[in-house]
């Protein structure tokens, strides 16, 4: 799984309130991110990394999905969208989270109750 730069923007968009404040914040142009959303073309890097500080996501899930974004017509795009689904954030909270629940149950055990 990978995330795309409409994808991104969206997500921007929802945290920082408006498409305007999103061009502030990555130093674009308004028109640049209309044009993305609805013309096409891709975030560079620099702005993936900017975006991913902001959303709170692992920069390498931004930067592999805009790689593989940039290299559709690639043979490299399969190699990308599997890297990219390796730091993907949702599946490693949910990682997290399974591997907290054994540990949260073993201190539960050595907390005492009181009665």
């Known amino acids: ?13 929802e945290h920082l309130g408006s498409d305007y404040k999103t061009s502030k914040t990555l130093g674009i142009p308004q028109s640049r991110i209309s044009e993305m959303r609805h013309k096409g073309g891709v975030l560079t890097d620099a702005q993936g990394l900017q975006a991913a500080e902001i959303l709170d996501a692992p920069a390498e899930f ?14 490299a795009f399969g190699i990308l969208t599997h890297l990219a689904a390796q730091y993907d954030h949702r599946k490693v909270s949910s990682i997290a989270v399974f591997a907290l629940i054994p540990l949260a149950l073993i201190l539960s055990n050595l907390i005492p109750t009181v009665a």
């Open 1 to 13: 799984m990978m995330i795309t730069t409409v994808d991104i923007l969206d997500l921007l968009k």
């Open 62 to 75: 931004i930067i592999l999905s805009l790689a593989a974004e940039r290299s559709l017509n690639s043979p």
